[in-house]
């Protein structure tokens, strides 16, 4: 499968982004899949996850409460919602897929065999 993220830019501190990430090759229905971050200079880091069915979602405690991750398998199309963004929530954001990632180990990129190119997220104070 082949991830397409879209969506970024730059926007103020209290903003709202929607991102999305396309998929292609395979239907989206079969994998896992995730949303990873890297700021400049700072490892990958965990943001959410969404199961097949989109019944389990977990969240980094860093974002819980003001990002929202969805699917549409329908549309082979992955979201995250974020709302009241802050300027540590600046980075890199990357979707990610997989289809045999074990649901505790959704929050580790290792886990991980299929990733979009990124797409860069802004926020000014």
């Known amino acids: 499968v082949q991830l397409q993220a879209s969506g970024g830019g730059l926007v103020q501190a209290g903003g709202s982004l929607r991102l999305s990430c396309a998929a292609s090759g395979r239907t989206l229905n079969k994998y896992r899949m995730a949303w990873f971050r890297q700021a400049p200079g700072k490892e990958r880091e965990f943001v959410a996850a969404i199961t097949r069915s989109g019944s389990g979602t977990p969240y980094a405690d860093s974002v819980k409460g003001r990002f929202t991750i969805s699917r549409d398998n329908a549309k082979n199309t992955l979201y995250l919602q974020m709302n009241s963004l802050k300027p540590e929530d600046t980075a890199v954001y990357y979707c990610?897929?997989?289809?045999?990632?074990?649901?505790?180990?959704?929050?580790?990129?290792?886990?991980?065999?299929?990733w979009g190119q990124g797409t860069k997220v802004t926020v000014s104070s």
């Open positions: 990610a897929a997989s289809e045999t990632v074990i649901l505790s180990n959704m929050r580790s990129s290792e886990a991980y065999k299929y």
